[in-house]
């Protein structure tokens, strides 16, 4: 069983903040709870982003995320 | 959508460096608010300093417009009195509303203006408003208990 669906938390910028971020850069993560408050509260963080990949999906896409999470760290003074 | 002006240069400056962050161990009321659906989580004291003030300190974690806000709002009424507070608040509650209509009268809101983008984002009204709810409910059982 194989599945594409990343969640992920990137230190100093809450979850909210990237999405709002991402999403002016063309990307699309969902970001909360993802309906699993109880494991966010077992992970001890209080929301993460989640990157959800298909068939559509190419290397090149993953790359422009990458690079955007790091222009977020940039933006919000984390890196 | 411009992301510059839901992330004012304020904004940004209030959330790498909050003011009043950090509570007081002295304080008359105590409120905790959440919003469960984005984990967004603050507490806030209050204490009469018996000259009709209300000093705030406040405690949280959050994105940067839920934690820039309550920076900014600790700053703007930690010097005024309830009354005036609650006149204030309700001007940011009006712009917040606004869905990009008002821009904010400085006057009265200084550096809280630098949020009117945020009205017409939605989804992140209740971010900017969390910490103003949370003084509201905790100014409320401070002006309660003097009568």
């Known amino acids: 069983m194989r599945g594409g669906v990343i969640s992920f938390a990137v230190n100093g910028i809450h979850p909210h903040d990237l999405g709002q971020f991402l999403d002016s850069h063309g990307i699309a993560v969902r970001t909360g709870h993802h309906c699993a408050w109880p494991l966010n509260r077992k992970l001890g963080v209080a929301a993460t982003a989640r990157a959800s990949l298909y068939l559509y999906n190419t290397e090149s896409d993953i790359d422009a995320l990458v690079e955007s999470v790091g222009l977020a760290e940039k ?5 | 959508m411009q992301l510059d002006n839901l992330y004012q240069e304020v904004i940004l400056d209030h959330y790498k460096r909050p003011e009043n962050k950090g509570l007081a161990s002295k304080y008359d009321v105590q409120v905790h608010h959440n919003n469960p659906s984005c984990g967004d989580d603050i507490t806030l004291n209050l204490k009469d300093d018996g000259a009709g003030h209300l000093a705030i300190t406040w405690d949280g974690v959050g994105c940067a417009i839920s934690m820039a806000s309550a920076s900014v709002m600790s700053d703007l009424l930690s010097d005024k ?10 001007e940011f509650l009006a712009l917040m509303q606004s869905k990009g209509s008002l821009a904010g009268d400085e006057t009265i809101l200084e550096d809280a203006v630098a949020f009117a983008g945020v009205s017409q984002y939605p989804a992140r009204i209740k971010c900017a408003l969390l910490a103003w709810m949370a003084y509201k409910d905790a100014s409320l059982q401070v002006l309660n208990r003097r009568r």
């Open chain 2, 81 to 90: 009195s309830p009354e005036e507070a609650v006149h204030i608040s309700n």
């Open chain 1, 75 to 79: 933006y919000f003074g984390t890196k």
